[in-house]
């Protein structure tokens, strides 16, 4: 029996938000090629140029270019550069978010307007402007797909996640209109929620380490850590022909911690039945 096709095979896509080899685009990326995809690359200035050229040249990516995605102009000549080397798209990986260091520790009710504003521009509407600009190029027989990441900040309160956790609630619901914008037209976006991976952006977070040890501990597979392997197995499914009936979906990478709705019993055998 021959080996199964790549599952990427002949397809072209663009990765946005590497910072360096343990970001979870970067994952995804290195899956995606060894299934046979052909990737383009952006960054934001020089710092991140340094880190992100010598992994996309190490899969042979073509294009590595630059996109601030609250700049209109940089969007759009984004757009331009793709559609005259490319002409059609295939599929893109949305990693990108932000929010300031001093916005991720203490109180949600501290967070100031200007950080707000930028955090949703950044980390949530910039999801709408790639897929404004990026979906008419996704014209091939199986449409497109575009996929993007969460977190369970999301649904539920976690220590510190503040306003990122409203930003990407806001994300998730971006991903269902557009699902139903795009859909007619063949292109399907999705969300990956991922349980705590070890990268630079969710170090950022105060008390990142100890909200990892406990989801770890009373997820329903406990005591495993999750990698952006992990979530790269996930991406390529929904990116595939694997999923070419879903849309508007947020599929959960975090060992069924979303699932548990109080730790397990020997957890709460400590306490005692006084009211």
């Known amino acids: ?21 343990h970001s979870i685009a970067w994952g995804i990326a290195q899956l995606l090629a ?34 601030d995605v609250t700049n209109d102009n940089d969007l759009d000549q984004l757009l331009s550069t793709l559609e005259r080397e490319w002409q059609t798209l295939d599929f893109v990986v949305h990693a990108i978010a932000w929010s300031g260091k001093d916005q991720l520790q203490g109180a949600y009710i501290n967070t100031d307007r200007d950080s707000f504003l930028k955090t949703m ?20 027989e199986t449409g497109g797909g575009i996929i993007t990441l969460s977190y369970g900040g999301s649904e539920r309160v976690m220590p510190s996640y503040n306003v990122m956790g409203v930003a990407k609630a806001a994300l998730e619901s971006s991903v269902r209109y557009l699902a139903a914008d795009l859909g007619p037209q063949g292109v399907r976006i999705n969300a990956i929620s ?19 040890k406990w989801s770890q501990r009373h997820a329903a597979l406990p005591d495993v850590t999750i990698e952006p392997d992990h979530v790269a197995g996930a991406a390529l499914y ?4 694997l999923s070419t009936r879903v849309t508007g979906e947020v599929l959960y990478v975090d060992a069924g911690y979303r699932t548990m709705g109080m730790p397990r019993g020997d957890s709460l055998a400590t306490l005692t ?3």
């Not at 995809?37 to 190490?58: C, H, I, N, W």
């Not at 402007?129 to 091939?140: D, H, K, S």
């Not at 929904?238 to 022909?241: A, E, I, Q, V």
């Open 121 to 140: 521009d950044i980390s949530c509407y910039s999801l709408t402007a790639i897929a404004q600009r990026i979906a008419p190029l996704m014209t091939g």
């Open 194 to 212: 991922a349980g705590p991976v070890r990268t630079l952006s969710g170090a950022a977070v105060a008390g990142a380490r100890r909200v990892a």
């Open 238 to 241: 929904l990116l595939s022909d």
């Open 34 to 67: 060894s299934h046979g995809a052909e990737m383009a690359f952006t960054y934001q200035g020089d710092a991140l140029l340094r880190r992100v050229k010598p992994l996309a040249e190490s899969l042979n990516a073509p294009l590595i270019l630059p996109c």
């Open 1 to 21: 029996m021959s080996p199964p096709s790549p599952l990427m095979a002949g397809r072209r896509g663009l990765v946005m938000g590497v910072a360096n080899d």
């Open 273 to 275: 039945d006084d009211a």
